[in-house]
């Protein structure tokens, strides 16, 4: 798995996809200070403030995290033509959001969030927002502008958190209008979207209960639930996908006609941090619109999650750092099981795809060039790796001279290998069987009748490519170049000037 994000972040990276933000914006306040006596009008602490932040929260905080991925992001909303909308405003702008669209309203007031805290202990959250309902001529404006930043956008996402924004009115006009490439929806309550058909929903464990009129239990048996009432969910959201967010149970992703796919968080210790569903789906959202596939959109969506977690303050996650994260995260190779769910995503998005094996003991030339090609036959390469037992089975007792590890991450490394795993067979038919690629390659020392896998790569309706024979590069020249070396060393070797 550590492979394929690591080519995903490369490829939002490359793309760099717009998306439009519609909804809820807050201003989240973080005072923290001491305390050492009790007030006189009330049993109640005195505190000395020390410090006092502003962050953008809410929609903010989606589009925040959705700029610091690498997206264009187009901020569309209302806010009041106060100071704290004007902080707000300014904040994005500072980011990079595009805030022409964030429009300021006489006479109204922006939604904030206060959390005052004593020696890192929340105290009291002080919450102040728009009570009077939106006036009708800006709710038409909002609606124009949704539109306008959508026709320029990859994806558009609603961040509804149960505001008057989102009319019913409002809602009716947004479906009778094209759908967008993407749509995402991230709301307190997915089912008044249903209209709209949405892509992607997000809801977490409680509004997914919610949704489904049922108690959603704890834990594993919490996924179970979920599962359970997994049509009725499609039924009464409307969308093709959902994701279940389920805290420190990591999320559950349902598409339809497609095997479920967890994801596992890694929970830490408690911090005083708020907006963690706002950084999963702003990963998932900037992933879906470079066209990566839900599975790996999820995955990006919880690596995001687990760093921003573990800051204070209202989270956010930036592309360098999940660029770090993807890399540092161990093991290179994907599991055959696991392999086999993520292709399905890769088939249903439509992509090509190509597999090729082999020893791959010292990566030359040969190799790389071998890989390169065959990436260009098909939208993700495969490749497995041949373990060392069956390496020197095929090789001999001296072989291989890497171990198993150390080439997979060396091909985990090439930026043309998608996903990389670890084989204990002499052949790759069992692999072919299982992953059902579209092409397998081979280099020009093979023909196709020299293959024992072309009965497998037939039964599953792919194709052969033979790619060119690079008759100066091969492992097997390398090593006996190394031996000869070390049996006739050079008249010079350990002498010392």
Same mark, same amino acid.
Request: hydrophobic share 40%; net charge negative.
């Given at each position: 798995?550590?492979?394929?994000?690591?080519?995903?972040?490369?490829?939002?990276?490359?793309?760099?996809?717009?998306?439009?933000?519609?909804?809820?914006?807050?201003?989240?306040?973080?005072?923290?200070?001491?305390?050492?006596?009790?007030?006189?009008?009330?049993?109640?602490?005195?505190?000395?403030?020390?410090?006092?932040?502003?962050?953008?929260?809410?929609?903010?905080?989606?589009?925040?995290?959705?700029?610091?991925?690498?997206?264009?992001?187009?901020?569309?909303?209302?806010?009041?033509?106060?100071?704290?909308?004007?902080?707000?405003?300014?904040?994005?702008?500072?980011?990079?959001?595009?805030?022409?669209?964030?429009?300021?309203?006489?006479?109204?007031?922006?939604?904030?969030?206060?959390?005052?805290?004593?020696?890192?202990?929340?105290?009291?959250?002080?919450?102040?927002?728009?009570?009077?309902?939106?006036?009708?001529?800006?709710?038409?404006?909002?609606?124009?502008?949704?539109?306008?930043?959508?026709?320029?956008?990859?994806?558009?996402?609603?961040?509804?958190?149960?505001?008057?924004?989102?009319?019913?009115?409002?809602?009716?006009?947004?479906?009778?209008?094209?759908?967008?490439?993407?749509?995402?929806?991230?709301?307190?309550?997915?089912?008044?979207?249903?209209?709209?058909?949405?892509?992607?929903?997000?809801?977490?464990?409680?509004?997914?209960?919610?949704?489904?009129?049922?108690?959603?239990?704890?834990?594993?048996?919490?996924?179970?639930?979920?599962?359970?009432?997994?049509?009725?969910?499609?039924?009464?959201?409307?969308?093709?996908?959902?994701?279940?967010?389920?805290?420190?149970?990591?999320?559950?992703?349902?598409?339809?006609?497609?095997?479920?796919?967890?994801?596992?968080?890694?929970?830490?210790?408690?911090?005083?941090?708020?907006?963690?569903?706002?950084?999963?789906?702003?990963?998932?959202?900037?992933?879906?619109?470079?066209?990566?596939?839900?599975?790996?959109?999820?995955?990006?969506?919880?690596?995001?999650?687990?760093?921003?977690?573990?800051?204070?303050?209202?989270? +956010?996650?930036? #592309?360098?750092?999940?660029?770090?994260?993807? !890399?540092? *995260?161990? $093991?290179?190779? &994907?599991? %055959?099981?696991? @392999?086999?769910?993520?292709?399905?995503?890769?088939?249903?998005?439509?992509?090509?795809?190509?597999?090729?094996?082999?020893?791959?003991?010292?990566?030359?030339?040969?190799?790389?060039?071998?890989?390169?090609?065959?990436?260009?036959?098909?939208?993700?390469?495969?490749?497995?790796?041949?373990?060392?037992?069956? +390496?020197?089975? #095929?090789?001999?007792?001296?072989?291989?001279? !890497?171990? *198993?590890? $150390?080439?997979? &991450?060396? %091909?985990?490394? @090439?930026?043309?290998?998608?996903?990389?795993?670890?084989?204990?067979?002499?052949?790759?038919?069992?692999?072919?069987?299982?992953?059902?690629?579209?092409?397998?390659?081979?280099?020009?020392?093979?023909?196709?009748?020299?293959?024992?896998?072309?009965?497998?790569?037939?039964?599953?309706?792919?194709?052969?490519?033979?790619?060119?024979?690079?008759?100066?590069?091969?492992?097997?020249?390398?090593?006996?170049?190394?031996?000869?070396?070390?049996?006739?060393?050079?008249?010079?070797?350990?002498?010392?000037?």
């Amino acid at each position: 798995m550590t492979v394929r994000l690591a080519s995903a972040v490369r490829d939002i990276s490359n793309r760099r996809p717009t998306v439009a933000v519609i909804g809820d914006y807050l201003l989240d306040g973080w005072w923290s200070g001491h305390t050492q006596r009790i007030a006189r009008e009330a049993p109640a602490p005195v505190v000395d403030v020390d410090t006092r932040t502003h962050t953008p929260g809410g929609a903010a905080n989606t589009a925040l995290n959705l700029a610091s991925l690498g997206a264009k992001v187009l901020a569309v909303g209302l806010v009041g033509d106060d100071d704290a909308g004007s902080l707000l405003r300014e904040r994005l702008a500072e980011a990079g959001v595009d805030v022409s669209r964030l429009r300021p309203v006489d006479a109204a007031r922006t939604t904030t969030k206060v959390r005052v805290s004593v020696d890192d202990q929340l105290l009291v959250r002080l919450d102040d927002g728009q009570i009077d309902a939106w006036p009708q001529r800006e709710l038409d404006a909002l609606l124009d502008e949704a539109l306008d930043a959508t026709a320029l956008a990859d994806a558009q996402l609603f961040c509804d958190y149960g505001s008057a924004i989102f009319t019913a009115g409002t809602l009716e006009q947004l479906a009778r209008h094209p759908r967008p490439r993407l749509r995402v929806v991230d709301a307190h309550d997915p089912t008044r979207w249903r209209a709209l058909t949405p892509d992607i929903v997000t809801p977490n464990a409680a509004e997914a209960a919610a949704a489904v009129d049922a108690t959603l239990g704890d834990g594993e048996a919490r996924v179970a639930q979920v599962l359970a009432n997994a049509t009725t969910l499609f039924q009464r959201t409307g969308a093709s996908g959902i994701i279940v967010t389920l805290d420190r149970s990591g999320t559950l992703l349902l598409r339809q006609g497609a095997e479920p796919h967890r994801t596992h968080a890694h929970p830490v210790s408690e911090k005083q941090a708020s907006g963690a569903g706002d950084v999963f789906v702003a990963a998932v959202t900037i992933a879906s619109a470079a066209g990566l596939p839900l599975e790996i959109a999820a995955e990006l969506g919880q690596q995001a999650a687990d760093i921003a977690v573990r800051k204070s303050g209202t989270c +956010v996650c930036t #592309l360098d750092e999940l660029h770090s994260s993807v !890399n540092e *995260a161990g $093991d290179a190779t &994907t599991a %055959l099981d696991d @392999l086999a769910t993520l292709l399905e995503g890769h088939r249903a998005a439509g992509e090509r795809i190509v597999f090729t094996n082999g020893c791959f003991d010292v990566l030359h030339r040969g190799h790389t060039t071998h890989l390169r090609q065959a990436r260009r036959l098909g939208d993700v390469l495969v490749v497995a790796v041949n373990s060392d037992d069956s +390496v020197r089975r #095929l090789k001999g007792a001296d072989r291989p001279i !890497n171990s *198993a590890a $150390d080439r997979a &991450t060396l %091909l985990a490394e @090439l930026s043309c290998v998608d996903y990389v795993l670890v084989f204990d067979d002499d052949t790759a038919d069992t692999l072919i069987t299982r992953l059902r690629p579209d092409v397998y390659v081979k280099g020009g020392d093979y023909t196709p009748e020299m293959l024992t896998e072309t009965a497998a790569i037939t039964a599953v309706g792919g194709e052969i490519e033979i790619l060119d024979y690079i008759e100066t590069h091969s492992t097997t020249q390398l090593f006996g170049r190394i031996r000869a070396s070390e049996q006739h060393p050079s008249p010079t070797k350990g002498r010392t000037a």
